[in-house]
């Protein structure tokens, strides 16, 4: 006995997203002195696929030196959250911005180029040099954001 075709939902995925009003400070260009260390924080971050863990990354003057920042920020899905498409809390990434990093690119006075992404299928392997370290899976979505520094005496 049949009781018909089962129905088989699958769910769009969208990309994450960066409230600009949730991030500090805000993307713009930014005045940094050599000598202080700068907090780039991320308060929000929204993602309509509730289920997806979402992966962050920082570049510094990607096309210079390609390579993350800092190890990969990973935050997993929230769904007891009482808005459990916005992600909030301690565990999303801040970065600390200090004369270390600047000094590590050919020109530590800039200006400089920095960027944050947010990947719904984390980050893999790539042999192709203009997505080194930046590429995803197939069907993953990115979100970015980015600041220009200016560094100050």
């Known amino acids: 006995m049949s009781s018909g ?14 409230l600009h009003d949730q991030l500090d400070p805000k993307p713009s260009k930014v005045q940094v002195r050599l000598t ?3 907090l780039f924080t991320v308060r929000a971050v929204q993602d309509p696929n ?17 390579f993350p920042l800092r190890g990969d920020v990973v935050v997993p899905p929230n769904l007891n959250a ?3 498409t916005t992600r909030t809390g301690a565990t999303l990434p ?12 050919t020109n530590p006075t800039g200006p400089h180029y920095l960027e944050l ?19 995803v899976p197939s ?14 005496p």
């Open 82 to 84: 009482t808005d459990p």
């Open 36 to 38: 202080d260390t700068t």
């Open 5 to 18: 075709p089962i129905e088989v939902r699958t769910e769009t995925n969208l990309a994450p997203r960066f």
């Open 94 to 105: 801040t970065l600390r911005l200090t004369r270390t990093e600047l000094e590590r690119t």
């Open 50 to 66: 509730v289920g997806d863990t979402l992966t962050f990354r920082w570049f510094l003057d990607y096309k210079e030196f390609p």
């Open 117 to 135: 992404l947010v990947s719904d299928r984390g980050f893999v392997d790539s042999t192709n040099p203009e997505e080194l370290n930046r590429a």
């Open 139 to 152: 069907g993953a979505l990115v979100g970015q954001v980015a600041w220009t520094i200016e560094v100050i």
